[in-house]
């Protein structure tokens, strides 16, 4: 079983779209995170949620919002899609938080907007 | 965030051991020091942390200087399969992860 699963792996869409991913963690951890790949291979936390409770929103614009329905599943839904959207994004989860916990991250979503 | 230096890239041979410098002259005295990696086309794996001892687990060791503003990850004999981005990363308690540009690994059979 894969611990920390996302879909779809692939997405291509046309600017102006919404679209959503999905992540989900059998792991039975309580802290979930989504994770931004740009072109240039950084790595930038978006969000971090700990039992359905947003802890971390970095600096990402209004049109990402993050739903967690349970402590198992942290979906990220993006509306109005720009071209600057496009990159792979990586759900992760923790016991706790980072600290002194590992994280474990899904094999990501690569997002490309036409 | 406190700040990591790590090499853009390193080589080595197949079945030698690998030493993976990191620096971290700004650590505060709660930070812990973490190494993931990412190979090809995956997302990032957990390999070792550690706060002030040196630590081993299955797939590594981890050395701490003893005034902890340097580290190195020991990939005690390299194969193929660890040819992958190396990243050094300090976390304060309670905070995020910040992945620096890491180290990429190549291997050579």
């Known amino acids: 079983d894969t611990a920390v699963s996302q879909t779809p792996k692939y997405l291509v869409t046309q600017m102006g779209n919404d679209k959503s991913i999905k992540c989900e963690q059998n792991l039975g951890h309580d802290t979930m995170y989504w994770y931004k790949q740009d072109s240039k291979k950084f790595l930038k936390i978006m969000f971090s949620y700990n039992n359905k409770e947003l802890i971390i929103n970095e600096t990402v614009p209004n049109r990402f919002s993050p739903k967690s329905p349970d402590k198992a599943h942290l979906n990220l839904h993006i509306n109005s899609l720009e071209l600057g959207d496009s990159a792979v994004y990586f759900c992760?989860?923790?016991?706790?938080?980072?600290?002194?916990?590992?994280?474990?991250f899904g094999s990501g979503t690569q997002l490309s907007v036409l | 965030d406190a700040k990591t230096t790590q090499p853009n890239s390193m080589e080595s041979n197949e079945e030698e051991p690998v030493h993976l410098p990191c620096n971290h002259s700004t650590i505060s005295g709660t930070d812990y020091i973490h190494w993931y990696r990412q190979l090809p086309s995956q997302g990032p794996e957990y390999v070792i942390h550690g706060l002030t001892s040196n630590v081993n687990n299955r797939m590594a060791s981890l050395a701490i200087a003893e005034d902890r503003k340097s580290s190195t990850l020991i990939l005690h004999r390299a194969t193929l399969r660890d040819a992958a981005v190396y990243y050094c990363?300090?976390?304060?308690?309670?905070?995020?992860?910040?992945f620096g540009a890491g180290t990429i690994l190549r291997v050579k059979s």
């Open positions: 990363i300090l976390v304060e308690y309670g905070n995020k992860l910040v």
């Open positions: 992760a989860s923790s016991s706790h938080g980072p600290t002194n916990e590992k994280l474990f």
